[in-house]
């Protein structure tokens, strides 16, 4: 059964017409609402802020030169980020050899809490480090779905959009992603041959 909301999409194509023929409050309200997630996606994808700032205005301006091509027959969300698509994928596959770890969003880093003592948020830096070190390790397709649906909370439906999968792909893409990464983090956790911490036991 379609799952399809006329009304949602009717003034999703609105929303779009108005922006594509020139009424900057529509665009304004466009950028509003995209905003956070397209610069999120982007910083994740990408490799700090001026990246992330970089790739979000490319986003933009090919919203900005397609959004005329929009016709209202799915949601302006998938829509949007099957556009920025190509774009992140691009940009993962050009640098994910040269990085050192994957970027957690400015959004995950600022929630440690201020209330933490410091060993406590010194314990969820190292997680966080740990789990981007893991991904980097993953195949692209696992990792980009578990970047996007447990990094940055996208629904299921909008993971599928973004990777151009059917929802029964990405979903098992998710658990193989899942148990690779909790298994590359466990080895990361193992102490290493010759690491401080065996010597100091040896010579105990």
């Known amino acids: 059964m379609s799952t399809l909301d006329p009304l949602r999409y009717s003034a999703d194509h609105h929303l779009a017409q108005r922006a594509s023929s020139g009424d900057a409050l529509a665009w304004d309200q466009l ?56 774009l992140f994928i691009e940009h993962y596959r050009r640098h994910r050899l040269e990085r050192e770890a994957q970027h957690i969003s400015s959004e995950d880093l600022r929630s440690l809490s201020a209330a933490e003592d410091p060993e406590s948020q010194t314990q969820r ?11 980097q390790d993953l195949p692209e397709e696992l990792a980009v ?26 979903k098992s893409r998710l658990v193989r992603g899942r148990q690779r990464l909790a298994r590359r983090v466990a080895q990361l956790l193992e102490p290493q041959p010759g690491s401080a911490a065996e010597l100091a036991g040896a010579q105990g």
Request: glycine letters at 6%.
């Open 31 to 86: 950028v509003e609402r995209f905003s956070s997630r397209v610069y999120n996606l982007a910083w994740q994808f990408g490799r700090g802020e001026a990246v992330a700032e970089e790739l979000t205005q490319d986003v933009f301006l090919k919203l900005y030169r397609k959004l005329h091509l929009y016709r209202g027959d799915v949601p302006l969300d998938g829509w949007v980020l099957r556009l920025s698509r190509n």
């Open 125 to 135: 830096r190292l997680r966080m480090r740990l789990v981007e070190r893991a991904l």
């Open 145 to 170: 779905a578990v970047t996007l649906r447990d990094l940055q909370g996208l629904s299921y439906e909008d993971c599928a959009a973004f990777m151009e999968v059917p929802l029964g792909t990405l």
